[in-house]
């Protein structure tokens, strides 16, 4: 466990802990970041790992869907009904995450879900399964809309064929 650690004992640990799983790390700046940057895993999966400002006894992990015009196009021809039972349901989806979240809004531009942890309980283990509820909640994002937008399963044809 990490106590009593000033922010970058708890940034080299992070990062040793993110190494160790097969994480890649990117240097991320920011205006409001005491340090912040990108974990990418073998999947090409990112997270955002930082501190903000004024938050220096906790640490923000942040993922980031980013909707590409064609989906974003899609989703505003629905019909406003339709639109708005979809993001409600993302929503409540989300909500089942315990993560916090933003962005679920019409036009959908991009969804951001956010979990944070406080330097008392700064474990690898706790710290890492942190990181995989926040690629849960992106996985989570990209299925809903994936499922909305798929194209319907061929009819099966049942019994022998000649």
Do not use: C, H, Y
């Not at 990117?26 to 990108?38: D, I, L, M």
């Amino acid at each position: 466990m990490v106590k009593d650690v000033q922010s970058g004992d708890a940034k080299e640990q992070i990062q040793k802990w993110l190494m160790e799983d097969g994480w890649s790390l990117r240097q991320e700046s920011g205006k409001e970041a005491v340090w912040a940057f990108v974990g990418e895993d073998r999947l090409g999966r990112k997270v955002v790992v930082g501190q903000n400002i004024g938050r220096e006894d906790e640490v923000i992990l942040q993922g980031t869907v980013r909707f590409d015009e064609a989906t974003t196009d899609r989703i505003a021809q629905l019909r406003e009904d339709e639109r708005n039972d979809f993001l409600w349901d993302l929503r409540f989806e989300l909500l089942r995450t315990d993560l916090e979240f933003a962005g679920v809004e019409a036009p959908l531009k991009e969804i951001r879900v956010t979990e944070r942890i406080f330097f008392d309980a700064l474990t690898k283990d706790t710290f890492l399964q942190r990181v995989a509820e926040v690629r849960k909640g992106v996985l989570a994002v990209i299925w809903m809309v994936n499922r909305r937008f798929a194209q319907p399963p061929p009819p099966k044809q049942l019994g022998f064929q000649k």
